[in-house]
Nanobody, 124 residues
Framework: QVQLAESGGGLVQAGDSLRLSCTASGLTFSTYSMGWFRQAPGKERVFVAGITWRDRTTYYAASVKGRFTISRDNAKNTVYLQMNSLKPEDTAVYYC?????????????????WGQGTQVTVSS
């Protein structure tokens, strides 16, 4: 049974940084591409960042490019999301997800396993 557990969320001020972590179990982590999504109140869940399994290619939504960095540590079965220069519009529940896609998945349907989410709140 695949389990993904996010941590690291919290309440911060605009301009601050946070690092989210997601630890996976029940899967061969190194063979999965990983992604982060977020869902703001009353809005759909949207793609934030992804990292592929083979060559660790990273890719981002335009709204976070240059401020967020995704990385992975296969020895720890963990994917990270470093978030810098946070803005109030980054406030959301952040979810990590795992994908068997061989490409650069960005759609929710590309990801078969999901964590429970961690809240990030950015005050102005």
């Amino acid at each position: 049974q695949v389990q993904l557990a996010e941590s690291g969320g919290g309440l911060v001020q605009a301009g601050d940084s946070l690092r989210l972590s997601c630890t996976a179990s029940g899967l061969t982590f190194s063979t999965y591409s990983m992604g982060w999504f977020r869902q703001a109140p009353g809005k759909e869940r949207v793609f934030v960042a992804g990292i592929t399994w083979r060559d660790r290619t990273t890719y981002y939504a335009a709204s976070v490019k240059g401020r967020f960095t995704i990385s992975r540590d296969n020895a720890k079965n963990t994917v990270y999301l470093q978030m810098n220069s946070l803005k109030p519009e980054d406030t959301a529940v952040y979810y990590c997800a795992a994908s068997r896609s061989r490409f650069t998945p960005t759609l929710m349907a590309d990801f078969g396993s999901w964590g429970q989410g961690t809240q990030v709140t950015v005050s102005s």
